[in-house]
């Protein structure tokens, strides 16, 4: 028997909307397929079992329980709502918006859009797995692993920031600011039980994913930071955290992202323990001849 579509399916504008309500339910083939499909959406949707399965590294029956775990009758059937999905999208008013210009001084469009971009942040924030989210701070925590952090022309900022916050707390990070280039040498030493946490959000990079691609063939571990579209760095992942990147401007925001590099720090800092106010005193020591105040 099909599955009844949950309630909170039946709000779902698109596919994918009902992909994400749903993502913490699936079993591990299944989320795979989920995290293939949101990376080119809705593109490998409208390819053949075979082809998804194959991009998603699962068997064939996979897929079709996959879509069957989203209240669809069958693969065919999730192929349908798909295709309405882009007639929609090709023939709405939606499409022909232009965005009208805010009213207002500066001082309150500047408060009005930074309250806008806070509540998109805290609610895809709030929208992350807590089951992803426990996996990639276990990840981030085990100072057995090597830990490896890079990102793309803007997110390697927030690579670096994360970075120079958990170098504080733990031994053994490196930050990768051209992987595929100067720090090529590090990439060629991947060991399986190193960790990568890359951050990759629309418009995504394709050396993040190309680095990516080679850390699986490597059998290293991916904790992946993307936006709610998913990088196509999600299908090599083993731990995805999607944020938002909506944004009241013309450039995409990174606020949430920026949340997560500074919070992931904290429960960090929280499994090491003692060890971590150890390194943290012997940091501040070390740097205390540059630093101005206390």
């Known amino acids: 028997?099909?599955?009844?579509?949950?309630?909170?399916?039946?709000?779902?504008?698109?596919?994918?909307?009902?992909?994400?309500?749903?993502?913490?339910?699936?079993?591990?083939?299944?989320?795979?397929v989920a995290r293939t499909l949101l990376s080119d959406y809705p593109s490998a949707g409208l390819s053949t079992v075979a082809e998804l399965a194959y991009r998603a590294s699962v068997s064939a029956p996979s897929v079709v329980r996959f879509a069957q775990a989203m209240g669809y009758e069958g693969f065919p059937a999730l192929q349908a709502h798909l295709r309405a999905e882009l007639t929609r999208r090709s023939t709405g008013p939606l499409a022909r918006a232009t965005r009208q210009l805010d009213a207002g001084s500066q001082s309150e469009l500047l408060v009005r859009r930074a309250t806008e971009m806070t509540k998109v942040a805290l609610d895809s924030l709030a929208a992350i797995p807590p089951a992803d989210l426990d996996a990639a701070i276990d990840l981030i925590s085990d100072t057995s692993r090597r830990l490896f952090v890079a990102g793309g022309r803007f997110t390697r900022l927030l690579a670096e920031y994360l970075s120079l916050h958990l170098e504080q707390v733990r031994p053994k990070v490196r930050y990768l600011s051209?992987?595929?280039?100067?720090?090529?040498?590090?990439?060629?030493?991947?060991?399986?039980?190193?960790?990568?946490?890359?951050?990759?959000?629309?418009?995504?990079?394709?050396?993040?994913?190309?680095?990516?691609?080679?850390?699986?063939?490597?059998?290293?571990?991916?904790?992946?930071?993307?936006?709610?579209?998913?990088?196509?760095?999600?299908?090599?992942?083993?731990?995805?955290?999607?944020?938002?990147?909506?944004?009241?401007?013309?450039?995409?925001?990174?606020?949430?992202?920026?949340?997560?590099?500074?919070?992931?720090?904290?429960?960090?800092?929280?499994?090491?323990?003692?060890?971590?106010?150890t390194r943290m005193a012997i940091w501040d020591d070390g740097r205390a001849h540059e630093l101005l105040r206390p």
């Open 1 to 32: 028997m099909t599955p009844a579509v949950p309630d909170e399916d039946a709000h779902a504008a698109t596919v994918a909307d009902r992909v994400r309500n749903r993502m913490t339910e699936l079993r591990p083939a299944e989320r795979k």
């Open 178 to 277: 051209d992987p595929l280039g100067v720090d090529l040498g590090q990439v060629l030493d991947i060991g399986r039980r190193d960790v990568y946490v890359l951050i990759d959000v629309t418009r995504y990079q394709r050396s993040t994913v190309e680095l990516a691609a080679t850390v699986r063939r490597h059998g290293a571990t991916i904790v992946l930071v993307t936006d709610e579209q998913l990088s196509p760095a999600a299908a090599d992942a083993d731990v995805v955290l999607p944020t938002a990147v909506a944004s009241p401007s013309p450039y995409y925001s990174e606020t949430a992202e920026f949340m997560m590099a500074e919070l992931l720090v904290v429960p960090v800092m929280e499994r090491l323990g003692d060890a971590a106010q």
